[in-house]
Nanobody, 122 residues
Framework: QVQLVESGGGSVEAGGSLRLSCVAS??????MAWFRQAPGKERAGIAA???????KYADVVVGRFTISKDNANDILYLQMNSLKPEDTAIYYC??????????????????WGQGTQVTVSS
């Protein structure tokens, strides 16, 4: 069993930065990922990292967001730079044994955090 707790969300102006954290408790050799859900839209995967350190990003965040993991402390991070109003969403971290080809697919993940709100104003 894995419990995930996100933090670091907030309000920022366009062009600003935020860093999200996700503390994982319990056994955690899983692939971990960040998803987000904007108002009126489905939850979408934006970044993933596996146990080998491989990284995967959705096209909409490439070059602006960076996923990383502190393995010693089981903390997942998402550094978000050059934020845009369209990045406004609830951000969730997820963990699970997933195929790397499906690492940004919501249905493949078993464990989810409660989410943290990110609001970007223009």
């Amino acid at each position: 069993q894995v419990q995930l707790v996100e933090s670091g969300g907030g309000s920022v102006e366009a062009g600003g930065s935020l860093r999200l954290s996700c503390v994982a408790s319990g056994h955690n050799s899983y692939t971990m990922a960040w998803f987000r859900q904007a108002p009126g839209k489905e939850r979408a995967g934006i970044a993933a990292i596996n146990g080998y350190g491989s990284l995967k990003y959705a096209d909409v965040v490439v070059g602006r967001f960076t996923i990383s993991k502190d393995n010693a402390n089981d903390i997942l991070y998402l550094q978000m730079n050059s934020l845009k109003p369209e990045d406004t969403a609830i951000y969730y971290c997820a963990a699970g044994w997933v195929s790397w080809t499906s690492a940004l697919v919501e249905s493949t993940y078993t464990y989810w955090g409660q989410g943290t709100q990110v609001t970007v104003s223009s």
